[in-house]
């Protein structure tokens, strides 16, 4: 028993502690009970974690999706289990600054996408660019949408590999969502410069289930996800899990509007205790409206009639009082060129098919192949750059193969690998039309023309990677991995710079990468660890003709790294603190910025970038039904040597969406009631200011802000159904997505985050 006096103390934390997130922090974050290891408790249970409703009493760290076998909260935090090093593993023993979130986590929180998932993971931007989700940690990232412009986060699905449109697809039926900020080149190769982001699928049991997922809330939001499980028998399973999500528009031309149909379907087989085959298929179609960028950056000066008279630079400023009305109405209609904005118009067709089959070849030795196949056509027929319509496409045709050997004999844990890929891109922008391809020319004018044109983009590679973790002595381990990979690129286009050239690039990179660490457990509870490794991204090209005195040629980026830091836990169990910091040095980093007014947006090699910084994370279960988490990231990402060919200069300056501060917090209270119990949880999230782009363009910069998310659910005794209310961005702070510079009056436009949302929610498993 808790002293009552003591009870109330801790209840007056957790009120402070409240308080101050909703003072400092202002606004929105995450949902707390969930996160793993930087902020969180939740256990996954080493095959799929639980998901869905709760047992009767949480008996993790209040984890709503904690299984009947999780440590109580009596023994203290509950362990997490994640994959990040391609083998299941400990969090609190992975020598690496992880966020692990099951999905039933995800569910509560009420994200449902990769851009809502943002506000759980410290030093992080997930934004939306049409169809694209930009992916950010600590800093980097790539934030051009085009096709020659390869991604600097790798982003996987079951293992495979997964093009930046496909990261827009609906989070759902998911078993664990993990990141992996900072290198990952060994283990992930060419993509992974500036982190990895994994998401496993949950898998088929054999047993018969059946549960799903239902949530209404405002903007007309209809959202319903169904999953039905099929034990064949002991050895053969079947999941069929099934997605809808219907919003209007969060814009006010309809635009940024959701009706998405997404479909999975997964077998298990089993024969024996040595060998498992899982496979899984997915298709995701989108009918929505996708966004329509607004002009930031203006104030309008209107006369004394109410006429325009101009516009005056306000860099927080948005045309109207609604920043989401992408129209232009009353007196600025006269600066819609084209006509007034419309509601923009898509295609999206995304099939993608994995499989993973381990087999136990004896003396604790596994052999795994994962292959995987992913089509997708992305093309967003009509959006609006401000007043500008615009079109884009890209089309991909993927094939990833990987097979590794894994063993552990008790001393020595190690894995050795192959991989391959081929995939084969074409991407098409213009700007200036209605009409997409095709369209007729502008008068007077350089519309339509092509922002980007490549008309084939071949990449090849393959790799072979292995790493090693030694336990010198029972406190002392040591581990070494390395990666030697070959990376091909082909491709040809017509230039940008006059829109008529062809252009071609044939470029191969030979690259070996390698990680060096050690990890040493000073208490049972208490592990240091540092390490040090490498990685690159492959080099690709500009989209004009390579000519004398100018090549089209981005080189290869580089990075060295080195972290180290803390993992323990105090007080029985009940409270984790976790610490890392971390230098990274860049070289060659690639930068792109885009600016609308331009035909040709270059891509730039930075020489040098570092980006040093500290993560701490704190998580502390007072009691069984309190928890209070803490993420408090900082990093200084700057320029040291960016000087473009024609001299201008970007030493100095921060890098796109890198914020110096993030701050996630949040505290969960569950109240016991004679059948079930009932959670409340509230937390937020505060980020620094950033630029969108590397320049730092007028219009591009967001200030300083704060999120507040909060959910209220009622947990039923069996475990079986659940419902509640839930509320994100309660502050309804307005927060720029990707940005670009230029616009009509510009001197920007951007993509917005999602306004305040909220709904209830119901789920049930049988």
């Known amino acids: 028993m808790i002293d009552p006096r003591r009870k109330a103390g801790l209840y007056a934390i957790v009120g402070l502690a409240a308080f101050a997130l909703g003072d400092v922090a202002g606004a929105q974050s995450s949902p707390p009970a969930p996160i793993a290891g930087q902020a969180a408790g939740t256990q996954t249970t080493g095959g799929t974690a639980t998901t869905d409703a709760p047992p009767p009493v949480p008996t993790g760290p209040a984890a709503p999706n904690a299984s009947p076998d999780t440590q109580s909260a009596e023994s203290g935090l509950a362990d997490i289990v994640v994959t990040a090093n391609k083998r299941s593993e ?68 079951n293992g495979v590999f997964i093009p930046r449109e496909g990261t827009s697809v609906g989070l759902y039926d998911v078993d664990r969502f993990e990141v992996l900020p ?95 085959v899982y496979w899984w298929g997915y298709t995701a179609q989108k009918y929505g409206h996708t966004p329509n960028l607004v002009n930031k950056g203006s104030t309008p000066i209107l006369g004394a009639d109410g006429s325009l008279q101009g516009f005056a630079y306000n860099e927080g400023a948005f045309l109207t009082a609604n920043p989401y009305n992408d129209t232009r109405p009353g007196p600025l209609a006269s600066t819609a060129i084209f006509g007034q904005p419309t509601t923009a118009i898509q295609h999206y067709d995304n099939w993608a098919t994995g499989a993973q089959i381990d087999l136990k070849l ?91 044109n490549v008309q084939r983009n071949l990449l090849r590679g393959a790799a072979v990677f292995g790493q090693a973790t030694y336990s010198v002595t029972d406190l002392l381990r040591l581990t070494v991995g390395g990666r030697y990979g070959i990376d091909n690129v082909k491709a040809h286009g017509i230039s940008l710079d006059d829109q008529v050239t062809p252009y071609t690039f044939d470029g191969t990179d030979h690259r070996f990468d390698y990680k060096l660490g050690a990890q040493y457990d000073i208490a049972p509870r208490i592990m240091l660890y540092v390490q040090y490794q490498t990685g690159y991204q492959p080099e690709t090209f500009n989209e004009v003709a390579d000519l004398p005195g100018r090549s089209n040629l981005v080189k290869t980026g580089t990075l060295q790294s080195i972290a180290g830091g803390f993992k323990a836990r105090f007080f029985d169990n009940t409270l984790q603190v976790n610490d890392e910091v971390f230098y990274s040095t860049y070289h060659n980093l690639a930068q792109q910025a885009y600016d609308a007014s331009k035909l040709f947006n270059p891509i730039f090699n930075a020489g040098k970038v570092t980006i040093p910084g500290n993560q701490l994370d704190i998580l502390w279960q007072p009691t069984r039904d309190d928890r209070i988490n803490l993420s408090v990231s900082y990093i200084k990402d700057r320029n040291k040597d960016f000087v473009t060919p024609s001299g201008q200069s970007f030493n100095g300056l921060a890098g796109p969406y890198a914020a110096d501060w993030t701050i996630n917090g949040g505290v969960s209270h569950d109240f016991q009631m004679t059948r079930g119990y009932v959670r409340a949880e509230t937390d937020a999230r505060f980020e620094s200011s950033w630029f969108a782009d590397y320049v730092h363009n007028p219009g591009t910069r967001q200030e300083p802000y704060a999120k507040l998310n909060a959910t209220l659910t009622y947990y039923g005794e069996s475990g079986r159904w659940n419902a509640g209310l839930w509320g994100r961005n309660l502050t309804d702070k307005t927060v720029i997505a990707a940005t670009a510079a230029a616009g009509i009056p510009g001197p920007a436009t951007a993509y917005l985050d999602e306004p305040r949302t909220y709904g209830v929610r119901a789920g049930f498993k049988f």
């Open 362 to 452: 004896g003396h604790n030795i596994t052999l795994t192949y994962i292959p995987g196949y992913v089509f997708l056509d992305s093309t967003d027929k009509l959006y609006w750059l401000g007043v500008l319509p615009a079109y884009q496409q890209a089309i991909y045709h993927e094939t990833t193969h990987e097979l590794r050997l894994s063993g552990d004999t008790g001393k020595l844990n190690w894995l050795a690998g192959l991989y391959g890929y081929s995939t084969v891109q074409s991407g098409e922008a213009l700007v200036g039309t209605t009409v997409g391809p095709g369209g007729p020319a502008v008068a007077g004018t350089p519309f339509p023309f092509h922002s980007s």
């Open 182 to 276: 900072g290198p990952q080149g060994t283990l992930y190769g060419r993509s992974a410069i500036g982190g990895t982001v994994n998401v496993s699928f949950n898998r088929p049991e054999f047993k018969d289930s059946v549960s799903g997922l239902l949530e209404a809330g405002n903007y007309n939001l209809a959202h319903a996800t169904l999953m039905g499980n099929l034990g064949v028998s002991d050895k053969f399973a079947v999941r069929l899990s099934l997605d809808g999500t219907y919003r209007d528009g969060y814009e006010v031309t309809g635009s940024d509007s959701r009706k998405d149909f997404s479909a999975r379907l997964s077998t298990l087989w089993q024969p024996s205790s040595d060998l498992t």
């Open 90 to 157: 400990n969090l609190q023993r992975t020598p690496a600054a992880i966020t692990a979130i099951t999905g039933a986590a995800l569910a509560q929180a009420g994200v449902t996408t990769l851009t809502a998932a943002q506000e759980l993971i410290p030093a992080a931007r997930f934004h939306q660019e049409g169809n694209t989700v930009q992916v950010f940690l600590r800093g980097v990232g790539s934030n051009l949408d085009f096709v020659n412009v390869q991604p600097s986060v790798a982003f996987n699905f």
